[in-house]
C-alpha cells in the first residue's frame, strides 16, 4: 500500500518540518480549501459571542488568564449571578444567584458549571435564568420594587409645605386657636404641639397608621390624615374661632384704644391669609355696628363653661372689659378722654378735690357704670337738680328738652325702680314721671338686648329669645351645669 501510493518517510518528515516552519499551507481535511496563515489576534480582543458560540470555527482554547477574564466579563452582564472561589460549596465551578433564595438557600440558590470554561458557564447559567424557579423570583422581585416602602404615619404637620395643604397658609391662625382650645375634653382628633419649634401636628381619630412613603422630604401622612387640612377639614374650626377672636379684639379696639390702635389691628388683620381666603365671611362680622358687636362677642365666649386657662385671660382682659360698657351712652372719642384723665391721675397734677372729681368722671366715662343703670340715672336727676338750684327754681317739674332720649329713659327707669321698691307715688312725681311712665317699649327693651316678659305669654319664640338674653347677660360659673328652658302648665279646674 506504501508502494502503491508511493510513500516515502524523507518527504513526510521534510512535509512536517515545513508546516511546523510556516512555510507549506495546511490543506484543511473534506475540503479543498487551503487555509492560509494570519496573524494571531489576541484572545482578550475577542467577542463573548464568538467565545461561546457553538460555531467550531469561531471556538479557540484561551489561555487560563484570558479565560478568566473573558468569564469575568460575561458575568458581569448578569446583574443577579455572581461567581464564588473554585470547588466551594461541594461544586466544582460554583455561582450564586441572588434572587433565588429559599430556606436552604437564604442568600441565594448556587448552581454549577462542569468546566472553567467560558462556554460551559455560559451554558449553564443561560438555563438557570430561563429556569421557573428563576423566572418566578423575577417576578416577585419585579413587583416588590414596584411597591413603595410603608412607614409610620405621624399625623398631619402644619409646618409641612408640602402635607399640610392649607392648614400651612393659616399655621399662624392655628397656632392662636391650638393655644386656647381645650382638646383634652372636646377634641376628636389627636393634636400633639411641638413646644421647641412651635408646631402643631394633628392626627385624625381613625388613621390609617401606615402610609407609602412618596418623597424623603415630606412628613409621612396617611390620606385620611392629610384630608384635614383641607377647607372641610380642620380649618372651619380655625375660622369659626379666628372671627369672634377678632371681633372680641376690634371691639376692644373700638371703646378703649382709639382709631389709631383700631387701624392697625384691621391692616394686620386683612395682611393674614385667613383674611384673604374667606374675606367676605370675615367682613360681615368686623363690619358690624358696636351694639351687635358686643352682643356677638358675649354671645361667642360668655357660654363655654370649659374654657382653657390661655383662653381665660384672653377673656379676662379683652372680652368682659367690652361687656361691661353700655355702648349707647359710649362718645365716639371715649378712648381719647380716657387716656387723659388716666394721664392726669398717674402724673399727679391735680388737687384731692379734683382727684375725687376726676376719678368719678373716670368712672363714668370708663364705663364702669354703664352696668347700673340706677345709679346713672339718679346722677343724671341730681345733676338736674343742681342746675335748675343754680337757676333758683327749687321744683323738679318743668320741661325736659335739654335731655336726650336716652337721659329721659335712664331718669324715668331710675325714678320706676325706687318709686315701684319703696311703693311712694310722690317718689315717682319727684323724678319728674308721669301717670303713663309705667309704661315700657318693647323697641327700648331690644335696644338694650333685654328680656320682653309680656310677650313671652303668647310666644314661644319669644320667650326663646328671652332665655337666651338671660342666658348670656349672667354667665355661668366654670364647670356650672347647662341652664334648661322648662315649660309647665297648669290644668287643674276651677270650682265655685
Given amino acids: 500500500m506504501l508502494a502503491k501510493y508511493k510513500f516515502e518517510s524523507d518527504n513526510l518528515r521534510k512535509a512536517i518540518e515545513e508546516c511546523k516552519s510556516g512555510d507549506r499551507p495546511v490543506r484543511l481535511s473534506g475540503s479543498g480549501h487551503v487555509a492560509l496563515p494570519k496573524e494571531e489576534a489576541d484572545p482578550e480582543d475577542v467577542t463573548l459571542d464568538e467565545l461561546g458560540s457553538s460555531d467550531p470555527a469561531k471556538k479557540r482554547r484561551l489561555d487560563p488568564d484570558a479565560e478568566r477574564i473573558a468569564i469575568e466579563k460575561y458575568i458581569s452582564t448578569v446583574d443577579c449571578i455572581s461567581l464564588l472561589p473554585l470547588g466551594t460549596h461541594g461544586k466544582r465551578v460554583p455561582y450564586r444567584c441572588s434572587l433565588c433564595t429559599s430556606p436552604m438557600w437564604p442568600n441565594g440558590k448556587v448552581g454549577e458549571a462542569d468546566r472553567f470554561r467560558l462556554d460551559s458557564v455560559k451554558h449553564f447559567v443561560t438555563r438557570h435564568l430561563s429556569s421557573n424557579q428563576h423566572v418566578q423570583a423575577l417576578k416577585k422581585e419585579e413587583v416588590m420594587a414596584e411597591k413603595k416602602a410603608t412607614v ?12 399640610g395643604n392649607f392648614l ?18 372636646h377634641a376628636k382628633h389627636v393634636y400633639t404641639r411641638n413646644a421647641s419649634q412651635g408646631t402643631w401636628t394633628i392626627q385624625a381619630h381613625n388613621c390609617e397608621k401606615e402610609v407609602e412613603q412618596e418623597d424623603e422630604l415630606e412628613t409621612p401622612a396617611c390620606p385620611t390624615c392629610k384630608k384635614l387640612g383641607e377647607r372641610t377639614g380642620v380649618i372651619r374650626n380655625v375660622l369659626r374661632f379666628m372671627i369672634k377672636y377678632w371681633a372680641a379684639s376690634n371691639l376692644n379696639c373700638r371703646l378703649f384704644h382709639g382709631q389709631a390702635a383700631l387701624d392697625e389691628l384691621m391692616a394686620k388683620i386683612k395682611s393674614t391669609n385667613m383674611y384673604k381666603g374667606y374675606e367676605k365671611k370675615i367682613e360681615a362680622t368686623l363690619k358690624l355696628s358696636t351694639h351687635h358687636m358686643q352682643q356677638f362677642v358675649r354671645a361667642s365666649f360668655l357660654c363655654d363653661p370649659h374654657m382653657t386657662n390661655t383662653l381665660k385671660d384672653f377673656v379676662a382682659t379683652v372680652v368682659k372689659p367690652c361687656l361691661q360698657i353700655n355702648i349707647s351712652s359710649v362718645p365716639d372719642h371715649l378712648a381719647e378722654i380716657s387716656s387723659k384723665l388716666s394721664s392726669i391721675l398717674a402724673g399727679g397734677e391735680a388737687s384731692d378735690e379734683d382727684l375725687v372729681q376726676i376719678k368719678l368722671a373716670a368712672g363714668c366715662i370708663s364705663g364702669k357704670l354703664s352696668g347700673h343703670p340706677l345709679i346713672q340715672g339718679l346722677t343724671l336727676q341730681l345733676q338736674r337738680k343742681l342746675e335748675k338750684e343754680g337757676r333758683g327754681i327749687h321744683c323738679m317739674n318743668g320741661r325736659r328738652s335739654a335731655e336726650s332720649d336716652l337721659e329721659r329713659s335712664l331718669i324715668r327707669d331710675a325714678g320706676l325702680q325706687l318709686a315701684v321698691a319703696a311703693g311712694n307715688n310722690a317718689l315717682a312725681r319727684r323724678f319728674g314721671l308721669a301717670k303713663d311712665s309705667h309704661r315700657i317699649s ?24 328671652n332665655f337666651l338674653l338671660i342666658d348670656q347677660r349672667y354667665v355661668r360659673a366654670q364647670l356650672a351645669p347647662k341652664r334648661v328652658l322648662v315649660f309647665t302648665f297648669y290644668f287643674g279646674s276651677s270650682t265655685k
Fill in 442 to 465: 318693647f323697641d327700648v327693651l331690644t335696644e338694650n338686648s333685654l328680656p320682653i316678659p309680656a310677650l313671652a305669654i303668647c310666644w314661644p319664640e319669644v320667650l326663646q329669645q
Fill in 152 to 163: 409610620t404615619c405621624n399625623g398631619l404637620s402644619i409646618a409641612d409645605p408640602m402635607s
Fill in 168 to 185: 400651612y397658609a393659616y399655621r399662624d391662625e392655628v397656632a392662636i386657636w391650638g393655644s386656647m382650645c381645650n382638646f383634652e375634653e
